[in-house]
């Protein structure tokens, strides 16, 4: 008796099961059968986020033997709060490098529109929810820009936003002027990265995560089972949803814990970076695992030509992506502001963008196209912040850092080429 059953109605050169729309795989009806086949894809080099998510795991645990403050609440909240304005600008670069493209104007173009956000605020005397949408609103025409460049005219991407890495420069300079900064003073924007939820809010927001996440893998495996479609076996849902709830209730205890070196103050709860990236991580996971366009972009940088036809739009789908890569860098572009406190003629600049890519691809996001997910960006941030803390804390002189990053960046694309080519040697 076998514990598999074989699915012969797709494409086996899909990679597009990260969007859980491949259906070429063998799918085990056991839990030792769903083993044996994540075994067997991770031997045939489709390990996705796994040398990441190993990574991180080795990593708090050196950090956490070499600082015993590395582990504290105190340190966990600065963590997340520096990571925050990465991963976001990150999950904006997975959707340009599932095409096969590279947004390397992404920091700047955040830079340009935190910029335009720190005026209207300041100069202009206007509410913080005008000044964000005006943010957002020159992202999403910088990204526009770009887009038509690349695909109306067939300028490579690499040229373009490299042109625009430059020229966006300019501008932030034109606005502020030489060597000036704008301060961003406002309560609401300030303390998206220096306030907290309620203990009680960030229970009942983990809660609400859990509760949800498990009611739609729940729902989603009664469907596919009544349509005889293909499914995980229920023990390996209920073993999903067991570890994505143990981890959010562990990060919502420790969160919740007092955290202030002084103890005449009280600093606890959830800092509000955190539900922020939380939402825009699920926001996007819906889009580029449950929607036609989310299939699209897929099929697009799985293929071009196949896609285009297939009756894709493919001009369209690659402006669309450069404009949500901007929208996303104007997002982070805030987030760093409120993190600062300021916004300067550096912002965007200097290794921010370097740090979102390497976050990206870290994260398991291929720099050929057509394979990776919005959670990439996150556990590729995670990692790129924890190495950035971690040596802070040990006192480590800053090249190291960056000889350190440079190697874990230079590691995970070594990962994903060899990974690219086994899985083409065995058909996957």
């Known amino acids: 008796m076998t514990d598999t059953t074989v699915d012969h109605g797709a494409d086996s050169g899909s990679d597009s099961e990260d969007a859980d729309f491949a259906s070429d795989r063998q799918q ?81 173009a955040g830079g340009v529109s935190a910029c335009v956000m720190g005026l209207l605020i300041v100069k202009q005397d206007q509410p913080w929810y005008l000044a964000v949408l005006a943010a957002l609103v020159t992202g999403a025409a910088i990204g526009f820009v770009i887009g038509v460049l690349v695909a109306k005219l067939g300028i490579p991407s690499f040229v373009v936003t490299l042109a625009f890495f430059l020229g966006l420069q300019g501008v932030t300079l034109k606005l502020i002027g030489q060597g ?15 306030d907290n939820l309620s203990v009680l809010a960030g229970w009942l927001l983990a809660g609400v995560i859990i509760v949800g996440y498990a009611a739609i893998s729940l729902l989603s495996h009664r469907r596919k089972v009544a349509k005889n479609l293909q499914h995980q076996p229920l023990a390996v849902v209920l ?38 990236v939380i939402v825009l991580l699920i926001f996007w996971t819906f ?30 789908i690659r402006i669309s992506v450069f404009m949500m890569a901007s929208s996303m860098a104007a997002l982070s572009g805030v987030i760093a502001a409120s993190n600062s406190g ?32 919005a959670s990439d960006a996150v556990i590729g941030g995670l990692v790129i912040a924890t190495i950035a ?36 040697a065995s058909g996957v």
């Open 28 to 108: 085990a009806t056991t839990l030792g059968g769903a083993a044996r086949a994540y075994l067997e894809r991770v031997r045939g080099g489709d390990m996705g986020s796994l040398p990441a998510i190993l990574g991180l795991v080795v990593l708090f645990v050196v950090f956490g033997l070499a600082n015993d403050r590395f582990l504290s609440a105190l340190n966990m909240a600065n963590l997340i709060t520096q990571a925050g304005a990465i991963m976001v600008l990150a999950m904006g670069l997975v959707m340009v490098l599932l095409l096969g493209d590279i947004d390397l104007s992404a920091g700047v």
């Open 287 to 316: 889009i580029l695992s449950r929607t036609s366009y989310g299939r699209h972009v897929y099929a697009v940088g799985g293929n071009p030509e196949a896609a285009r036809r297939a009756g894709i739009n493919v001009d369209r």
């Open 239 to 276: 073993l999903q949803i067991g570890a994505l709830a143990a981890v959010l209730l562990v990060v919502t205890y420790i969160l919740n814990i007092n955290r202030a070196p002084n103890p005449g103050f009280v600093i606890e709860g959830i800092p509000y970076v955190l539900p922020v």
């Open 180 to 194: 000036g900064s704008v301060r961003v003073s406002d309560p609401v924007i300030s303390g998206i990265s220096r």
């Open 342 to 373: 300021k916004v300067s003629t550096s912002s965007g600049g200097g290794n921010v963008l370097l740090y979102a890519v390497g976050a990206a691809v870290i994260g398991g996001t291929s720099l050929f196209g057509g394979k990776g997910r």
């Open 389 to 424: 803390n971690g040596l802070g804390l040990l006192n480590q002189a800053s090249y190291i850092n960056f000889l350190v990053t440079g190697g874990v960046l230079l590691l995970a694309a070594s990962v994903d080429a060899v990974s690219r080519r086994r899985r083409s």
